[in-house]
């Protein structure tokens, strides 16, 4: 696979979606699209805001069928990662192939979905096949049980992204047992947050302002923190646009030095980018 370092690193967007309307779907699907968002719109965005990588991140509404993402990624190898949606016995061969293509991590979308115990045998097996190819486990959730799951996939030695913040309905509360929870781990573990998509969990600037404070003083630092466009942002399309979400990051990372931090060192560490030219 062509190295991603021979693009020169000046942000990466780590969380945005692509797809075709007339895909097959999901099944047991929340929201199915009427339009197509397609890879090169996507790096027209990255371009106009002078981003020169970006994740893509397997849409739920296309299960576990990575095709459409995994054709992005081998034509544009050197600009693109992502992050693949599988089933829990997935075979290492499999997973290969995702390696091979760019993939740097799965998703665990768990929005309305009964949790399992992710201590048991088949799910361990899992995080172990991601642990070894030094890929992380992206989870969709709301905040309320976050620090009741994360104990349980951290066991397999494994990093952990977080997206939207945690979806906190607002802002992260400390006085909020759970979010409590949370935060009490994100001192000594491999938890990674996504500061993206504030309008998914009803939160203005001065709560998402409060929240990115509460994820600093957790941290200690601000080395675990990573940005998402969450482009092209379903069933919020009327509402924000690119411009818009990349606007609201500057906004709300002002000091330029803390915003490479989250644009280039962090996701270029996570996710194998390479060194910044």
């Known amino acids: 696979m062509t190295q991603l370092a021979t693009v020169a690193l000046t942000g990466v967007d780590t969380h945005a979606h692509i797809f075709q309307h007339d895909l097959k779907l999901a099944g047991n699907r929340r929201y199915s699209p009427d339009y197509d968002a397609t890879i090169e719109q996507y790096l027209a965005h990255l371009d106009h805001c002078g981003l020169s990588h970006g994740v893509l991140v397997q849409p739920s509404f296309l299960g576990t069928d990575n095709?459409?993402?995994v054709s992005a990624l081998?034509?544009?190898p050197q600009r693109l990662r992502g992050t693949a949606v599988v089933e829990r016995d997935v075979d290492d061969e499999t997973l290969d192939e995702l390696v091979e293509a760019g993939v740097v991590g799965i998703r665990l979308n768990l929005i309305?979905?009964?949790l399992e115990d992710y201590r048991s045998a088949a799910w361990q097996t899992l995080f172990a096949k991601v642990a070894r190819r030094g890929w992380s486990v992206e989870i969709q959730r709301g905040m309320e049980d976050l620090d009741t799951i994360l104990p349980q996939i951290l066991a397999a030695d494994v990093?952990?992204?977080?997206?939207?913040?945690?979806?906190p309905s607002g802002e992260i509360d400390p006085i909020n047992s759970h979010h409590r929870g949370l935060l009490s781990l994100l001192s000594s573990e491999e938890i990674w947050v996504k500061l993206s998509a504030t309008y998914r969990s009803r939160s203005n600037p001065a709560q998402a302002l409060r929240s990115i404070d509460r994820l600093r003083d957790a941290y200690g630092h601000g080395e675990r923190l990573l940005w998402g466009s969450d482009?092209?942002?379903t069933r919020f399309e009327d509402q924000v646009d690119y411009d818009n979400q990349f606007s609201m990051m500057q906004t709300l990372l002002p000091d330029a030095g803390e915003r490479r931090q989250v644009l280039v060192d962090n996701p270029a560490r996570l996710f194998k980018i390479g060194p910044a030219d």
């Open 231 to 233: 482009w092209p942002h």
């Open 74 to 76: 081998r034509r544009f």
């Open 159 to 167: 990093a952990v992204v977080i997206d939207h913040f945690g979806l």
């Open 67 to 69: 095709s459409h993402m």
């Open 112 to 114: 309305g979905q009964p």
